[in-house]
């Protein structure tokens, strides 16, 4: 029942209209009895920020006072408490409702991509800190000129970065033994508490293939998680206080407990192949010091004092340097699988895997061992006990560096003169110099050697040279003539630059055009271009004459790309025509479906 | 001794290399003689050693067939024995002679050369050589020297052949940090020269009326390096960059360039002929071919 009979105020002191509130899906609506009243109230529920209402031992009537975004309150006096809880709860839903909603739709956006809110935020980010980007977004995503997939597809490299700054690194294992940290003790009570997280179990399950095992068979059928890990506390607990005897007892009783008071059987197996597996001509990966289980050690515990016990409790002691060694070599393989869950089990199984796998590849085959036992021989030959080896041999082949000087002066070609007019020129031409200088002997220097007429127009002349090379290049010479233009030019110029760079990439990869898609883009980006060459011309009329020229010869290149792009276009649009028109008139007999594929291209 | 010269010492005290053009197939077809031109240099080069006490300048003839150093002013022997008239200073009357010597054995030198189908070109490579090898020795003679400069009179058109040897050069006196100074006489433009100025930061001008000549020698090559920091010498607006192939030694503005190392051919090779490399998928075809390449290559001298 979402319709009540109440009283609607506008204010506390206000008399109050009388009505009916409807509740009806996204909205409230008020109707007023009086049909003439003008106080017909429609609240849609996204507006509504809260309600307040009088409580029920209070000798106040049944208010509720719903208060909008506009921070306008609305207050609706119900007949009793009952009606007035209803809808409260009504409403109180109705906002639960409104509150998961505004998050969807921000997701479901339009483009054929899905994109999420990550990636476009990413962009946004890129385009903010990149004010030259931002403008060519501005100026051809906002005019449709291009897509965003477009603007995009070819800076996939900016995107791509800040997505790889965002991955996790990968974290390695601690050298730390947290598997064995000492309980917290708690003499009062006579309570251990073992702390355990997902690290410990990692370690746990890593460094002890058997309780890792047991894990995987025990639990869920045998007991829970829970009771697991007090069983192999208990275990760790009985370690430490060194009592074998007490071990060896609660082992007999509980078979469970007995995996964990055991040598580990995994690992020592493990270790045993790897032995057997190694090359002992060539490989080091494993020697007898690997089985580190059964290694003689100095029986001293984890916290540094000695162990003395009785050999037939000498499987349920455990000593520091196995321990370690075991941790290390575990902490050396790293962190090898990727489950970062928080379930247990799932670790487990992960590890089991993993192992599983590492097995498998280990085994040898009877062609591997085969084959190792050939290499092992032939390894093992001793160099000065064989026959000695004939290599073929490659000629040695030294190049004569006089090959290079006189490569360069062959192969001259001129248009052979006539030898012998040349002869004789040159015989004239070394007498007539011979001539000159026996006159420069004679006579001396030329007195005067230069005229003032001369001299002075030698100065004028290169006066002029030097001004007008400073004009066009700069006082400067390291200025450039960028500098020199008015600074809204310049800025116009470089942009125009970038721009036409974009539109010409978007423009000729578009080529060959073999859909209607690709047909209107290239249409669109003709366009554009063509706005792009007028407003380059009529910034060059604009700037002032003596930069104009300077500043045609910064514009020409631009120009010139643009016209290559409006030639290819418009020869590509003219073959195809004529493609379409020798189509349309060479195929009249009955090839309806190609006509038509021809008139919509 | 020594710390009077090195007190003598100042910034501007240079050493001027000029490589004199004295290809006779050029001076045979300018209107302005050869005796007129040389009065304009000597009055230039008395010039730049009145500038400083300590200036020297050397001067290397470059010939049609050879070059050689024709007069060095550090060399006490240069007053001539002979005064043949005192009209000339005594001072170049040793460069005359030997200008003279050199010119006869020029001459010798190109009655026996039967290669005469070759431009009309002086050996600029071979005289950018001498003046570095003199400037490279004034270098390691102490760290009291005068700071060398290399001043090219060049009337004659460049020689295509010569091309890769004058890059060498230049890039030589771009290491050596010695600027090659360029004035050419002739009608057509010069790319080697340009290319040299540009590259090693010198000044190039090409005077158009050659009667001012030594107006133009004092006004814009006399200055030395020093003083070029304050005073604004002509600048060429655009450089021309061609390069001639490596094969035919065309001045080419396309071509193919070896990307092991960077030698320009104007056609497709299989194999580069300079550093050996195959180009392309043809490895097994150039094996065969490379004995045939070679022997082409290296027929045109001998013949």
């Known amino acids: 029942m979402s319709d009540w009979q109440v009283k609607y105020k506008s204010t506390v002191k206000d008399r109050g209209a009388r009505g009916i509130l409807k509740l009806r899906e996204g909205m409230l609506l008020f109707v007023p009895n009086d049909p003439n009243s003008d106080s017909k109230l429609k609240v849609l529920t996204p507006n509504i920020k809260s309600q307040k209402y009088t409580k029920e031992g209070s000798n106040k009537p049944p208010w509720l006072n719903l208060t909008n975004k506009q921070a306008r309150s609305h207050i609706f006096e119900f007949e009793n408490y009952q009606d007035m809880h209803a809808c409260r709860a009504l409403i109180t839903k109705a906002l639960a409702k409104c509150e998961e909603e505004p998050n969807k739709p921000a997701a479901v956006l339009t483009s054929a991509e899905q994109l999420s809110i990550a990636d476009l935020e990413l962009r946004f980010k890129v385009l903010r800190e990149n004010s030259e980007l931002q403008r060519l977004h501005k100026e051809f995503v906002e005019t449709k000129v291009l897509t965003e997939d477009e603007f995009w597809a070819t800076r996939k490299k900016l995107l791509g970065k800040d997505s790889i700054r965002k991955s996790k690194q990968q974290v390695g294992l601690k050298s730390m033994m947290v598997s064995g940290i000492k309980p917290s003790t708690d003499g009062r009570t006579n309570r251990v508490t073992f702390n355990l997280t997902s690290e410990i179990i990692f370690q746990i399950f890593a460094e002890k293939p058997a309780v890792r095992q047991a894990f995987i068979n025990y639990v869920p059928s045998k007991m829970t998680e829970k009771d697991f890990w007090t069983k192999y506390f208990r275990a760790e607990y009985l370690y430490s206080t060194k009592n074998t005897a007490v071990a060896a007892a609660e082992a007999a009783e509980d078979e469970e407990l007995a995996v964990f008071l055991k040598p580990d059987e995994i690992l020592a197996q493990e270790a045993r192949q790897k032995i057997r597996r190694v090359d002992p001509t060539l490989d080091m990966e494993a020697d007898q010091g690997d089985d580190y289980t059964h290694l003689m050690d100095h029986g001293i515990q984890r916290d540094g004092t000695m162990d003395v016990v009785e050999p037939q409790n000498g499987q349920f002691r455990r000593s520091l340097l196995q321990d370690l060694n075991r941790h290390a070599a575990v902490v050396l393989e790293g962190r090898n699988i990727d489950v970062d869950s928080e379930d247990t089990r799932s670790v487990a199984e992960a590890l089991a895997r993993v192992k599983q796998v590492s097995k498998a590849d280990g085994e040898t085959t009877k062609d591997a061992n085969q084959e190792r036992l050939a290499r092992m021989s032939r390894v093992a030959e001793m160099e000065d006990l064989q026959a000695p080896q004939n290599f073929p041999l490659a000629p040695l082949s030294i190049k004569d560096p006089r090959d290079y000087f006189e490569s360069q002066q062959g192969n001259v070609v001129n248009e052979p003169r006539g030898a012998g007019t040349l002869k004789r020129n040159v015989h004239e031409a070394y007498g007539s110099l011979k001539e000159s200088i026996l006159e420069i002997r004679t006579k001396g220097l030329s007195d005067p050697l230069i005229k003032p007429e001369v001299a002075f127009e030698v100065f004028r002349s290169l006066t002029q040279t030097i001004s007008t090379a400073k004009n066009i290049i700069g006082k400067n010479p390291r200025e450039s003539f960028l500098d020199r233009l008015p600074k809204s030019t310049r800025d116009e110029v470089l942009h125009h630059w970038t721009s036409i760079q974009e539109l010409l990439k978007h423009f000729w990869s578009s080529y060959p055009i073999t859909t209607t898609y690709l047909h209107t883009k290239a249409g669109k980006l003709k366009d554009a271009m063509s706005n792009s060459y007028s407003q380059l011309e009529a910034m060059k009329e604009s700037v002032q004459s003596e930069l104009r020229h300077q500043l045609s010869l910064l514009v020409r290149p631009m120009q010139q790309a643009l016209d290559a792009a409006f030639q290819h276009y418009d020869a590509d649009l003219q073959r195809r025509a004529a493609k379409s028109a020798r189509g349309s008139a060479g195929e009249a007999n009955g090839h309806w479906n190609y006509n038509k594929g021809v008139i919509i291209v | ?303």
């Open chain 2, 1 to 303: 001794m020594a710390s009077v010269a090195s007190k003598l010492y100042s910034d501007d005290v240079s050493l001027l290399v000029l490589l004199l053009d004295t290809n006779p197939l050029f001076w045979d077809t300018t209107s302005t003689t050869f005796s007129q031109f040389l009065s304009h240099v000597l009055a230039f080069l008395n010039a730049v050693l009145g500038l400083n006490q300590l200036n020297q300048v050397v001067v290397i003839a470059t010939g049609y067939s050879s070059c050689d150093y024709v007069y060095d002013s550090s060399l006490t022997s240069n007053v001539s024995s002979e005064s043949r008239g005192a009209r000339m200073p005594a001072l170049f009357g040793s460069l005359l002679e030997k200008l003279e010597d050199f010119i006869g054995r020029d001459a010798e030198l190109a009655e026996g050369d039967e290669h005469v189908d070759r431009i009309a070109s002086s050996l600029l490579s071979g005289s950018l050589s001498m003046a570095l090898c003199y400037i490279q020795r004034v270098f390691r003679s102490g760290h009291l020297h005068p700071q060398p400069r290399i001043l090219c009179l060049q009337g004659s058109p460049d020689g295509p052949e010569q091309y890769v040897a004058v890059m060498n050069s230049i890039f030589s006196a771009q290491r050596l940090m010695v600027p090659i100074d360029s004035c050419y006489i002739g009608t057509q433009n010069s790319a080697f020269l340009q290319q040299a100025s540009y590259i090693t930061g010198g000044v190039h001008h090409a005077p158009k009326q050659l009667d001012g000549l030594f107006q133009f020698l004092t006004t814009i090559f006399a200055t030395d390096l020093h003083t070029r920091g304050f005073v604004q010498l002509p600048k060429p607006v655009g450089v021309d960059f061609r390069a001639s192939c490596f094969c035919h030694k065309k001045t080419i503005d396309m071509g193919y360039v070896c990307s092991v190392c960077l030698s320009i051919f104007c056609e497709h090779h299989k194999k580069c002929s300079t550093c050996g490399s195959v180009f392309g998928q043809s490895k097994l075809d150039a094996a065969n071919a490379s004995s045939s390449v070679n022997d082409r290559k290296r027929r045109a001298p001998d013949s």
